[in-house]
C-alpha cells in the first residue's frame, strides 16, 4: 500500500502540527488595545490594599519574593485580572550578601536560600580579591565564565537560570522572569577589575566581551531551562547582542541619559527597532519617575512616547530607588482602541525616521501628539476637532474641552480623544431625534462632551435605535413616528409595520435583543404617554410574535418604557419596564410571554407619579449589567443605578436642580472600553 | 338542425333553444330598410347549442291552446266550451278549498300568546316580552322564530339554551300533546316619538304547515329617549342675546353618553353649564331616568318675528350613534324699541390695540325711553375690557366703569358716539375674535326692558417672534462651539446658533426666516431643526429656515446649526458677525394678514451665552 501519497503527508502534517502547536507559541497573548501599563513594584510583599490597585495594570513586575510573603495577593491579582502578565524580579549580577543582618531579612526567603547558595569564587571581585559593590548593600556576581566552579560544577551563570527555573518559575505564579541589570559591559563598575581570577586587572576590552558572553549564556541557559511558554525581559542599557534572547527590555528612567545618546530621537530610534530583535511576544517597558507624583507633564511625554510603538508598555513611579507605586493617572483610563496609524511627525510627515519634531499616531479611538522639540508648538487641525480627556488631575490639560488646535509646550504630550457627537455611536438604546446627550460614567463624572443625538433625515423627536437586527454585520436603523416604526438599512427603507396597530401614534419605548435565541434580534415596544402600559414584541420583520402584555393596569394611560436584561445569567434575555406619567416609579421584569419573573422594585419614592426612564448598561466592567434610572419629571434629574435585585448602587444627579424635565436615560458603551456609559437625554436646552 | 314533423311551425323546446326576446337589443340590428314588423339579428352576437332550433317572435303559451281547441271543439259545439269551463272551476274550487282546509287545520295545533309588561313605552326604555305556547296535538321539530322590531337591543331570553343567536329561534323540539312553556325577551326597543312597532313569533313544526303559526303584538313609541324643553324669556330682540333653560330629560332605561344637541344655526350658543363645541352642547353622559337643567346664552341671528326651534340630538347608545329631533319650541322675536348698533371700522386688530367703536342709538317708539344704560363687556370670554374712552362728543352722556348712562330720549331721538378700548387677553386660544358687547337697559311706558347687541368682530391677530442667538457654551455649561475664545486669525472658532420663533394665537402658514452668513463664515451642515427645515446655499451664502404650516396656541418652534468663523487679519480687533439680516415672514392663516420682524445681527460676543459672553473681539494666537 501507498502510504506517502500527498494526501496522507498533508494529514499527518496537520496531526503533528496539533500536537507542536502549543510549542511555537507563548501562552501569554499580549494586548492589541492601548494604552498598555506596567508597574515596576518592587515591594517584597503586596498589602491587601494594594491588590485591586495593582490589578488594574497589564504588566506588573514584582520581587520574587512575593511568592513567599504575598502569595495569596499575586492569587487575587490573577483572579481580578485573568490577563495580567506578572514577571519575577531578580537581579542578574548582584545579590546582598549580608541578607541575613537586613531589616527585612524576614520577608528574604529567596534571598537567603540564593544566597546560602552562592559560591564564594562566584562574586565579582577586582585584583586585590576584594568584592566589588556597585548598590548600596550588594556586591557584583561575576557573570563571565572567569567564575569559579561550585561543587556541583556550576559557576553564576549557570546556577542563577537553575535558581529562576526551580525556585521561582515551577511555582506557576509566574509569566516569565525579569532580570535587572542586564548590561553589555562591566568594565564601568570598577578599573580593576578581576573577572578571571587570575589576580590581575582584566583588560577592559576582554573583560567586556567575557561578561557580554556570560550573561548571553545565563539568558540563553535561562531559556532552556523554562523554555518559551515563559517570558525573559531585562533591564539595563540595550544590549543588542542579548535582545534574541529576551522577549523585551526595560528603558528606566525614560528618556535615560546612559540610553542612546539620551536623546529622545535616538531612545525612541532604538525603541522601534528592538523589537525586531527580540523573542515574541514583545514587551518593552518605558519607566519614566519623578519623586512629585503630580509631574504629569513628565508622564504624558512618557506614555505618549511608549504609545509610538506597539509594543511598549508604560510604567510611572518614584525613583529608581523606590519602584512601588499604585499611582493612577486620568490617561490610563482611556481606551485609546487599536492603533490605525504608525507614528509621524506633524513637522515633516515625509519623515518617518525619529527626530525631534511634532509626533502623533492616531488610534482608532484617540490620537496622541507628543512634543519632542524644545519649543512650544501650535498646532491647527484641519476639519478635525478632538477632546480633550476630562480628568481630575492636570485640568489644564485634560478638561474636556473640544478642540481643534493644541499648543504644547517642549517635551510634552497629549491624549486627544475622537469627538463622540456621532450619533451612531450611540447602539443598541433607543433614543429621541433630537435630544441633547450627556454621558456619565457610574459615579456621575461627565467622562466626554455632550452632543445632539440628531439624524437629520428622520423628524425630529422620532424615537430612532440602531442595530444589526438581523445579524448580518450591518446596521438597520428604525424609526417611529407616527405609531409606524420604519426599518432601514443603508438609508434604504426595507418595511414598516404598526406596533399597535396605527390606534397609538405617540412616542414608543424601544427596545432589541434576542429574546428567542434564533441569532436575530426582536423588536420589543411600549406605548409612550397617552398609551396603555402594553408591551409587544416583534421579529425583525415587524411580525407581532405575541399578543404582548401589560406591565401595569391595562387602564393606565402612561404608558411604558422597556429595556432588556439577562437578570439570572442563563443567556437569555428578560424584559424590564418603567411606568410612565402618570404611574408610580416601579420598576417590573418580565420574561418574554409576559410573566413577572420578580417583585420588581420601587426606583424612587412610591408616591412619586412623574414616570421612570430606564436603561440597562454595565457601568463597572464587571461583566454585569446594571439597572439605570432617571425621573422623567417632577423630581430633581436623579440618576440612580440598582443592581439586578433593586439594590442601589450609586446614584448622582445628571442636571442643575433647575433644569426642566423630559428626562431620558439611556447606556452604551460608546469608546468601547467594555464600560457602559450613561447618556441622559432631554430635548430642552 | 331538427326538423318538425309538418315544418310549418317551430317547435319551442328549452333543451334545444335560447328564446330571444324581440327587444333584445344586443342581438338585434335595427334595420331602416326592411318592414318595421321585422327585425335583423346580429349573427355574431346569437349563442345558439347546437343541433337547437332558432324561435324568432311573441310565444303565447295559453292562447294557442284555446284557438286550437277553438278550431276542434267549440266552433262546433257550444256545449265543449261550457264543459271546459265548468271542468276549470271545479279545480280551481277545490284547491281553495284544500288550501282554506289545511289552514284552519294547522292554526289550531298550537296556541301562541304574547304579552307585554308596559304599554307605555318611551324609546330607550326596557321591555319583556312573554310568548306563552301550547302544543295542542304532538308536534316535532318544533321552533318558535322571534322576528324582532328594528333597533330592538336584546339584552337577555330565556330559555337561553334553547335559544339561537343567528337565526333569533328558539328550539323546542318534540313537543307531546298539551306541553305548554313561555319564552321570554328582555331587551330595550328604540326609535322616534309614536312610531308603531311590532313583535312576531312564529311556530313552525313538522305538523304546522308550510308557513307555521304566527302571532304579533304591536306597540307604540310614546316618548322619546331624550325629551328636551326649551325655555326662555317671553319676547327675545333680534339679534340680541338672550338666557335659556334646556330642560332635559333621559326618558331611557339607558346610560347616554356623548350626545350633541343641536338648536340650529339661527341660534349662536354663548355660553352653558355644558361644553359648546361647533355650535352645539355636548353631553359626557346622562343617566337613565336623570333630568337636567341647562342654562344657556345665546345670540339669536335672525330677523324672523319667530322661530321654531327643534333640537337634533345624536346620542351614543351602547357604542351606536342614534340621531332624533327634540321637542319643539318657538321663539317669539320683537325688534327692540331702542335700537342700539355698535361697530367697528377696523378689521384685524393687535392684541392691545386700540379699537374704536362707534355706538348709534334710537328711540323708536313714540314715547320717550328712560333710565338708558348701556354696560358695556368683552363679548368674547377669553379676553377681559380695558377701561373705555368716549372720543367724540358726549353731551347727555356719561360713562363711569364701561357703563354709559344716556339721558332719556324723546320719540325718535337718536344720536351717536364713538369709543375707544381695547382688549387684554385671559386665555391665549387659536383663531380668535373681539368683540364689544352692549347690554341695554332701559324703561318705557314703566316697563324694563334688557336685552344684548354685540359690535362686529374683529380679527386677532397672531403675536409672533423670533429669536436668534448664538451660544459656545449652553445655559448648563456644556461646550457646543469649538475653537480658539476669543477668536483668533485663521484659526475657525464654530458657535452654535439657536432660532426660536414663538407664536402665541392663530394658525399660520409659510413661515421662512432668512439669514446671511458673512464671508468668513461657514455653514458646516451640522444642526438639529426640531421643526421644518433649513436650507442653506454656499454660493449666496443665505440660510433660510422654512415651516410650512404652523398650529394655533401658544408654541414655540427651534432650529439650531452650527456655524464656523475664520477671521482674517483684517478682522483682528473686531467683533465680526456671525449672522446678519435674520428677518422672518409668516403668513396669519386666520386673519390673512402677513407678518413679519427682523432680528438683530450676531456677533462674536455672544451676548446670551453667560459663561464666554464679551469674548468675541479677534485676537492672535502664535
Not at chain 1, 433 to 459: C, E, M, P, W
Request: proline fraction near 3%; glycine fraction near 8%.
Amino acid at each position: 500500500m501507498k502510504i506517502y501519497t500527498p494526501k496522507n503527508i498533508l494529514i499527518l502534517l496537520f496531526i503533528v502540527s496539533f500536537f507542536y502547536w502549543p510549542k511555537l507559541s507563548l501562552a501569554i497573548e499580549t494586548k492589541d488595545t492601548y494604552p498598555k501599563l506596567a508597574n515596576y513594584f518592587l515591594k517584597w510583599t503586596i498589602a491587601d490594599y494594594e491588590v485591586e490597585e495593582l490589578a488594574k495594570w497589564d504588566v506588573l513586575i514584582l520581587d520574587m519574593e512575593v511568592q513567599e510573603n504575598s502569595r495569596a495577593q499575586l492569587l487575587e491579582i490573577r483572579e481580578l485580572n485573568p490577563d495580567i502578565v506578572i514577571l519575577a524580579y531578580i537581579t542578574s549580577q548582584e545579590a546582598n550578601a549580608d541578607i541575613y543582618n537586613s531589616e527585612w531579612s524576614s520577608e528574604a526567603t529567596l534571598r537567603k536560600r540564593l544566597v546560602n547558595n552562592i559560591y564564594d569564587g562566584w562574586w565579582l571581585k577586582n585584583s586585590s580579591g576584594s568584592r566589588v559593590s556597585n548598590w548600596p548593600g550588594t556586591y557584583m556576581l561575576n557573570l563571565t565564565d572567569g567564575a569559579k566552579l561550585n561543587s556541583n560544577n556550576q559557576k553564576w551563570n549557570e546556577y542563577l537560570p537553575k535558581f529562576i527555573a526551580e525556585e521561582i518559575i515551577s511555582t506557576g505564579l509566574w509569566d516569565g522572569i525579569f532580570y535587572d541589570n542586564i548590561w553589555g559591559d562591566v568594565a564601568w563598575a570598577g578599573s580593576n577589575l578581576d573577572a578571571d581570577n587570575n589576580n590581575q586587572v582584566d583588560a577592559v576590552a576582554t573583560l567586556n566581551s567575557n561578561w557580554a558572553s556570560g550573561t548571553k549564556k545565563m539568558l540563553q541557559t535561562t531559556r532552556n531551562l523554562i523554555g518559551d511558554n515563559y517570558l525573559i525581559l531585562g533591564n539595563g542599557k540595550v544590549y543588542t547582542g542579548y535582545q534574541s534572547f529576551l522577549n523585551g527590555v526595560m528603558f528606566e528612567n525614560f528618556p535615560a541619559s546612559w540610553e542612546s545618546n539620551g536623546d529622545w530621537a535616538s531612545i525612541l530610534t532604538t525603541y522601534r527597532n528592538i523589537k525586531n530583535n527580540n523573542d515574541t511576544p514583545n514587551i518593552t517597558i518605558i519607566n519614566s519617575y519623578d519623586s512629585n507624583r503630580q509631574n504629569y507633564k513628565k508622564i504624558r511625554y512618557g506614555l505618549a512616547s511608549t504609545l509610538m510603538e506597539n509594543h511598549g508598555y508604560f510604567s510611572f513611579d518614584f525613583s529608581n530607588s523606590d519602584h512601588g507605586q499604585v499611582w493612577w493617572y486620568d490617561e490610563y483610563n482611556v481606551n485609546l482602541g487599536q492603533a490605525v496609524s504608525s507614528a509621524y511627525n506633524l513637522l515633516d510627515k515625509n519623515n518617518t525616521s525619529y527626530t525631534k519634531g511634532l509626533w502623533r499616531r492616531d488610534f482608532t479611538e484617540a490620537s496622541v501628539i507628543i512634543n519632542s522639540t524644545d519649543k512650544e508648538q501650535l498646532y491647527i487641525f484641519n476639519n478635525e476637532e478632538f477632546e480633550r480627556i476630562n480628568g481630575s488631575q492636570d485640568r489644564s490639560v485634560n478638561n474636556g474641552s473640544i478642540i481643534n488646535y493644541i499648543k504644547l509646550a517642549a517635551k510634552d504630550a497629549i491624549i486627544l480623544l475622537k469627538k463622540t457627537s456621532t450619533i451612531t455611536t450611540i447602539k443598541n438604546t433607543g433614543f429621541n431625534n433630537g435630544d441633547y446627550i450627556r454621558v456619565f460614567n457610574k459615579d456621575g463624572h461627565q467622562t466626554r462632551s455632550g452632543f445632539f443625538a440628531y439624524l437629520d433625515g428622520y423628524s425630529a423627536n422620532s424615537q430612532i435605535i440602531i442595530s444589526d437586527i438581523d445579524n448580518d454585520s450591518i446596521e438597520e436603523t428604525l424609526v417611529n413616528s407616527n405609531g409606524i416604526i420604519s426599518i432601514y438599512k443603508n438609508n434604504i427603507k426595507l418595511r414598516e409595520f404598526k406596533p399597535y396597530d396605527g390606534k397609538f401614534k405617540g412616542e414608543l419605548s424601544l427596545a432589541v435583543a434576542d429574546l428567542n435565541g434564533d441569532g436575530t434580534k426582536e423588536i420589543i415596544t411600549g406605548a409612550g404617554s397617552g398609551g396603555g402600559p402594553h408591551v409587544r414584541i416583534f421579529n425583525q420583520f415587524g411580525k407581532l410574535l405575541t399578543g404582548g402584555f401589560f406591565a401595569y393596569d391595562k387602564n393606565f394611560r402612561g404608558g411604558v418604557k422597556v429595556a432588556v436584561i439577562d437578570l439570572n445569567g442563563d443567556g437569555t434575555q428578560e424584559i424590564i419596564t418603567g411606568a410612565g406619567s402618570g404611574g408610580g416609579p416601579h420598576v417590573r421584569i418580565f420574561d418574554k410571554d409576559g410573566r413577572s419573573l420578580t417583585g420588581g422594585f420601587f426606583a424612587y419614592d412610591k408616591n412619586f407619579r412623574g414616570g421612570v426612564s430606564l436603561a440597562v448598561g454595565d457601568t463597572d466592567g464587571n461583566g454585569q449589567k446594571e439597572i439605570i434610572t432617571i425621573p422623567q419629571s417632577q423630581l430633581l434629574p436623579e440618576v440612580k443605578i440598582y443592581s439586578k435585585d433593586g439594590k442601589v448602587i450609586k446614584s448622582f444627579l445628571a442636571y442643575d436642580t433647575t433644569f426642566g424635565s423630559g428626562f431620558r436615560v439611556m447606556s452604551d458603551d460608546l469608546d468601547d472600553d467594555g464600560v457602559y456609559e450613561i447618556l441622559v437625554g432631554a430635548i430642552s436646552f | 338542425m331538427k326538423k318538425n314533423k309538418n315544418n310549418s311551425k317551430p317547435l319551442i323546446n328549452n333543451d334545444d333553444l335560447e328564446i330571444i326576446p324581440p327587444n333584445n337589443s344586443s342581438v338585434i340590428i335595427e334595420d331602416e330598410n326592411t318592414n318595421n314588423d321585422t327585425v335583423c339579428i346580429d349573427r355574431d352576437k346569437v349563442k345558439v347549442k347546437k343541433n337547437g332550433n332558432l324561435v324568432v317572435g311573441n310565444v303565447n303559451l295559453i292562447l294557442n291552446p284555446l284557438k286550437k281547441r277553438n278550431d276542434k271543439y267549440y266552433r262546433n259545439n257550444i256545449w265543449h266550451l261550457i264543459a271546459d269551463i265548468f271542468f276549470v272551476l271545479l279545480i280551481v274550487v277545490f284547491v281553495i278549498f284544500i288550501i282554506f282546509a289545511n289552514k284552519k287545520f294547522t292554526k289550531d295545533n298550537v296556541s301562541l300568546n304574547i304579552n307585554i309588561d308596559n304599554k307605555e313605552l318611551s324609546s330607550g326604555s326596557k321591555v319583556s316580552f312573554t310568548l306563552d305556547y301550547q302544543a295542542n296535538i304532538d308536534t316535532t321539530n318544533s321552533f318558535i322564530k322571534v322576528a324582532l322590531p328594528d333597533d330592538f337591543i336584546i339584552e337577555s331570553v330565556s330559555p337561553y339554551n334553547y335559544f339561537n343567536t343567528s337565526t333569533n329561534s328558539f328550539d323546542l323540539g318534540d313537543l307531546k300533546k298539551n306541553s305548554k312553556g313561555q319564552i321570554k325577551i328582555n331587551g330595550s326597543v328604540w326609535g322616534e316619538l309614536h312610531d308603531r312597532q311590532m313583535i312576531s313569533f312564529n311556530y313552525t313544526c313538522d305538523q304546522c304547515g308550510q308557513t307555521g303559526i304566527s302571532n304579533y303584538l304591536f306597540y307604540d313609541i310614546s316618548q322619546p329617549v331624550l325629551e328636551t324643553k326649551l325655555l326662555t324669556e317671553d319676547i327675545i330682540y333680534t339679534n340680541s342675546e338672550f338666557k335659556g333653560i334646556l330642560k332635559i330629560t333621559n326618558n331611557s332605561d339607558t346610560l347616554i353618553k356623548k350626545a350633541t344637541i343641536d338648536l340650529g344655526p339661527d341660534i349662536e350658543l354663548k355660553e352653558s353649564d355644558l361644553e359648546i363645541k361647533d355650535n352645539a352642547l355636548i353631553i359626557e353622559e346622562m343617566a337613565s331616568g336623570v333630568s337636567q337643567e341647562i342654562n344657556l346664552l345665546a345670540i339669536l341671528k335672525t330677523d324672523n318675528n319667530s322661530l321654531e326651534i327643534i333640537p337634533e340630538i345624536n346620542a351614543n347608545i351602547s357604542g351606536d350613534i342614534y340621531s332624533f329631533l327634540g321637542s319643539s319650541t318657538t321663539l317669539n322675536i320683537e325688534k327692540p324699541n331702542l335700537a342700539v348698533d355698535l361697530s367697528s371700522d377696523q378689521k384685524n386688530v393687535n392684541l392691545n390695540e386700540k379699537i374704536s367703536y362707534t355706538l348709534n342709538y334710537k328711540n323708536e317708539e313714540m314715547v320717550p325711553a328712560k333710565d338708558i344704560k348701556i354696560t358695556l363687556s368683552s363679548g368674547n370670554s377669553n379676553f377681559s375690557l380695558n377701561p373705555i374712552k368716549i372720543t367724540s362728543d358726549s353731551k347727555n352722556i356719561q360713562i363711569d366703569d364701561n357703563i354709559i348712562t344716556i339721558n332719556d330720549l324723546a320719540a325718535e331721538e337718536s344720536g351717536s358716539i364713538v369709543l375707544e378700548t381695547s382688549f387684554d387677553q385671559r386665555k391665549i386660544k387659536a383663531n380668535q375674535s373681539l368683540l364689544l358687547k352692549a347690554n341695554v337697559e332701559y324703561r318705557l311706558d314703566g316697563q324694563t326692558i334688557s336685552y344684548n347687541v354685540n359690535s362686529n368682530q374683529n380679527k386677532l391677530i397672531s403675536r409672533v417672534s423670533a429669536t436668534a442667538k448664538a451660544y459656545y457654551y449652553s445655559p448648563q455649561g456644556d461646550q457646543l462651539g469649538v475653537g480658539p475664545l476669543p477668536p483668533a486669525v485663521d484659526m475657525a472658532t464654530s458657535y452654535w446658533v439657536f432660532l426660536e420663533f414663538n407664536n402665541s394665537g392663530n394658525d399660520l402658514k409659510n413661515f421662512v426666516l432668512t439669514a446671511e452668513l458673512p464671508d468668513n463664515v461657514y455653514f458646516p451642515n451640522e444642526k438639529r431643526v426640531l421643526d421644518g427645515k433649513i436650507i442653506y446655499g454656499e454660493i449666496g451664502k443665505r440660510l433660510a429656515w422654512e415651516i410650512p404650516s404652523i398650529l394655533g396656541g401658544n408654541n414655540n418652534y427651534q432650529a439650531n446649526f452650527k456655524i464656523s468663523l475664520i477671521p482674517d487679519e483684517g478682522d483682528l480687533g473686531t467683533i465680526p458677525d456671525l449672522l446678519k439680516n435674520i428677518k422672518f415672514t409668516v403668513t396669519d392663516a386666520f386673519t390673512g394678514q402677513e407678518l413679519s420682524g427682523q432680528i438683530e445681527n450676531i456677533n462674536t460676543n455672544l451676548k446670551n451665552d453667560k459663561l464666554s459672553s464679551g469674548q468675541g473681539r479677534v485676537t492672535i494666537i502664535n
